[in-house]
């Protein structure tokens, strides 16, 4: 057991096995942000959260980037509290503020299918932003069924396991993990 399971052993079990500790993660956000500071120098930048899988990486992303920028959020759905993408995306809350105009980063939390984020950055197309992009903590291409969706920053490329941890859920529990973890117990039921 590493001392990072040990240290947080009341939210996880002998499922679970870290795939990224919370020193890499922090690491790899600090890098991100850099990046995208550079990339949007005098931009209007607007920071859309992909809810709720997402709200711990925006959190920390937004604090990594130095520029003024405005954040807002959107929630979708495809999976319910399944663990497989059913396909049909349905928006359960929309932006609040226009992004006409402004230069949009969409935040996820991980992209797998694509279905959702494509669903997605198609309604946001329609909205007259200057430009969109995608940034995700995590990209899992193996069950990509959108092959031509582009992800313009991202955290980590992970194999076709389902995790959890650090806003990822398996029916809304584990979100409060500071690390990434596969979840062995979904593995054995694929």
Same mark, same amino acid.
């Given at each position: ?42 931009? !209007?930048?607007?920071? &859309?959260?992909?809810? =709720?899988?997402?709200? $711990?990486?925006?959190? /920390?992303?937004?604090?990594?980037? @130095? %520029?003024?920028?405005?954040? !807002?959020?959107?929630? &979708?759905?495809?999976? =319910?509290?399944?663990? $497989?993408?059913?396909? /049909?995306?349905?928006?359960?809350? @929309? %932006? ?7 230069? &949009? ?17 198609? %309604? ?67």
């Amino acid at each position: 057991m590493t001392t990072e399971t040990k240290k947080y052993t009341e939210f996880t079990n002998p499922n679970l096995e870290i795939l990224f500790t919370a020193e890499q993660i922090k690491e790899r956000v600090a890098q991100l942000g850099k990046q995208i500071t550079k990339d949007y120098a005098d931009k !209007d930048l607007v920071l &859309v959260g992909v809810l =709720k899988g997402s709200c $711990v990486f925006l959190s /920390d992303l937004m604090r990594e980037i @130095d %520029l003024k920028l405005s954040i !807002d959020f959107m929630a &979708v759905s495809s999976y =319910k509290d399944a663990q $497989v993408s059913s396909g /049909d995306v349905e928006i359960l809350k @929309d %932006l609040t503020h226009p992004i006409r105009g402004k230069d &949009v980063i969409v935040v996820e939390d991980i992209v797998d299918t694509g279905l959702t984020l494509s669903h997605l950055l198609e %309604l946001l197309k329609t909205r007259g932003a200057n430009s969109l992009k995608v940034a995700t903590l995590l990209d899992k291409p193996e069950p990509r069924v959108v092959k031509n969706l582009k992800i313009d920053y991202c955290g980590f490329q992970i194999p076709n396991k389902f995790v959890v941890g650090y806003g990822l859920d398996a029916a809304n529990r584990y979100r409060n993990l500071p690390f990434i973890a596969v979840l062995k117990e979904a593995q054995s039921a694929e």
